[in-house]
């Protein structure tokens, strides 16, 4: 994408929900749900150097937590789940959006460092 911002949408399915609520309507299509965008500017950063790509990849996951809502897995574990699923499709859409080596390549030096 070559446009100066990213749009970051979250996609969660009704399924997902109600699977971690503990409820399931196994006649009901899954349909994804009307969360928030929020737009990420990138015009003030060079992305092509390791600084611009960090701040972006850091406003990328300050706005991908505010779209997924308050962690609320301390008072409700259950929820920790499909807020997690949710925080790291949103941040990996964005990435991908905003499709740019430098960026990309720190999104997956933290994926892996988180899986370890």
Known sequence: MTTPTVKTLARLTLVTVLAASGTALADRPT?????????????????????????????IRAAAQKVCGPTLASWYPGVRASWNKCYEETVDRAVKDVNRPMLTGLHQKRISVARR
């Open 31 to 59: 349909e994804p749900l009307d969360l928030p965008k929020i737009t990420v500017s990138y015009r003030d950063l060079n992305v092509a150097n390791p600084e611009g790509a960090r701040v972006l990849y850091n406003r």
